[in-house]
């Protein structure tokens, strides 16, 4: 019996461990890789605090490479379930090869418009004489490689979808494990800092898309790719994009996102504020990776017993991935408000920056717990191929209320217009949760009636 097939049979929570446990193990490995270059910058001597702030200028584009990879591969790897749950392979390895066409289109535009951009780029988003050196340096070798991101991040998820969460996580894993290694030999020994830090990610992501492209042109997949599933049609590839748009927009989102922060706290409180957001956004991936790692490993289980018409089975499954989003996001949560410094000396140890951001991170979390509801009710939408909704909601929390936020809140607030700044993200947290969980909840026994043949 294949991995797939069986997805259909046996014990839930076992499968939930066994699918989720190696996506959030590959997520928090994942999680090296953005964090990683900045623990080693922020300990640079003499301008680990400078080099840091302006690394973290570079997030808007990162985050834009990482969200088209996943317009492909969050979009893709669902409909690819759904495929293999109503017995179409052939369907499945379609979708396989048109997503990996299109990646590698968007490569190549991504590569030369952040290239030739990224100087004014990266003023746009706030960077100073002091920062733009090291913001630039960094940018311009990792979008140089950004195909292998694309590779790596798009491809993987349809390694999860067929059952294979250890090779899936393996992918990052090996990829992590470079970066660690090479980090510090390109950083330090070789005296190349910031650049030797893009050189090492990107060394790294492309011993990692070589592991995915061989494992899926192998004998071990179900889903292989074949050369003639390559030529791109649009009757495959956009039912996958209108699904993956609204996990595109959600990381697209967090590019605007740290633009609209960034930009606000460099006019209201200078590089320390700047800087104090960059580690702030490396600690709460401690709590987003791991999340989208459980609602990673659940997509695969939803979407198969989604379409082989199963609803007790998806229903279970739902049940399982958001009571432990729910859960970690709590605890996460708790740690953050009790001993925030510990999560900041990890990342730089200035003691007026270490300050600074304590402070400042008190205030950005205090809504965190919330995403725990946000994300896994909103990522079943996602499971569930409802590409409208899914897209909807991952407006709500950023487009339509966060960003507005932070622009109008420090105009009711100014005597502290950085706490304004800050106070917009708990806000914004949870009223998006609310409205999420409660839409989700409402549409849920809906969707499963109407099956996969119901509106998207």
Not at 34 to 58: F, S
Not at 144 to 167: C, D, E, H, R, W
Not at 257 to 277: C, K, P, Q
Request: aromatic letters at 10%; charged letters at 10%.
């Amino acid at each position: 019996m294949s991995a797939a097939s069986s997805m259909g049979e046996g014990s839930i929570r076992r499968w939930m461990l066994s699918l989720a446990l190696p996506a959030v193990v590959a997520q928090v490995i994942n999680l090296l890789y953005n964090v990683v270059d900045r623990i080693y910058i922020g300990h640079m001597p003499g301008v680990g605090a400078t080099a840091l702030t302006g690394v973290g200028l570079c997030m808007p584009i990162l985050m834009l490479v990482n969200a088209f990879a996943m317009l492909a591969g969050a979009g893709g790897a669902p409909r690819a379930a759904i495929a293999m749950g109503a017995g179409d392979r052939d369907g499945a390895e379609r979708i396989l090869g048109n997503c990996l066409s299109v990646l590698l289109g968007i490569a190549v535009v991504l590569t030369v418009g952040f290239y030739a951009g990224a100087p004014t780029l990266l003023r746009l988003f706030g960077a100073s004489d002091a920062t733009l050196p090291y913001a630039l340096g960094y940018t311009r070798i990792y979008v140089l490689g950004s195909v292998f991101v694309l590779v790596v991040l798009g491809m993987n998820p349809f390694i999860t979808t067929q059952g294979f969460a250890k090779f899936s996580m393996l992918t990052t894993v090996i990829g992590a494990v470079c970066n660690i290694i090479l980090d510090p030999v390109f950083i330090f020994a070789l005296d190349m800092g910031v650049r030797g830090a893009a050189i090492a990610t990107v060394l790294s992501q492309g011993v990692s898309a070589v592991w995915v492209l061989l494992f899926l042109s192998g004998e071990r997949t179900r889903l292989r790719l074949r050369p003639e599933n390559m030529v791109v049609r649009p009757r495959v590839i956009l039912p996958c994009l209108a699904l993956g748009v609204s996990t595109f927009v959600m990381m697209a989102t967090e590019s605007l996102l740290s633009i609209t922060f960034n930009a606000s706290l460099s006019r209201y409180g200078g590089d320390i504020a700047v800087g104090a957001m960059t580690i702030i956004t490396s600690a709460s991936q401690l709590i987003s990776m791991p999340i989208q790692g459980v609602c990673q490993g659940g997509q695969p289980l939803i979407g198969y017993n989604f379409g082989a018409g199963k609803p007790d089975r998806v229903r279970a499954a739902f049940r399982c991935q958001f009571t432990v989003c729910v859960a970690y996001a709590g605890a996460f949560w708790l740690a953050m408000m009790a001993v925030p410094g510990v999560f900041v000396h990890i990342f730089n140890s200035d003691p007026e920056l270490v300050e600074y951001t304590v402070w400042a991170m008190r205030i950005y979390m205090a809504g965190i717990f919330a995403s725990g509801f946000q994300t896994s009710c909103q990522q079943g939408f996602v499971a569930l191929g409802q590409a409208k909704i899914s897209l909807l909601l991952a407006c709500l929390r950023k487009l339509i209320l966060l960003i507005p936020l932070i622009l109008i809140l420090p105009r009711f607030m100014p005597d502290n217009r950085v706490f304004a700044v800050f106070l917009a993200e708990p806000v914004s947290d949870i009223l998006a949760a609310a409205v999420t969980s409660a839409t989700f909840f409402r549409r849920f026994g809906r969707i499963l009636r109407q099956g996969p043949g119901g509106a998207r």
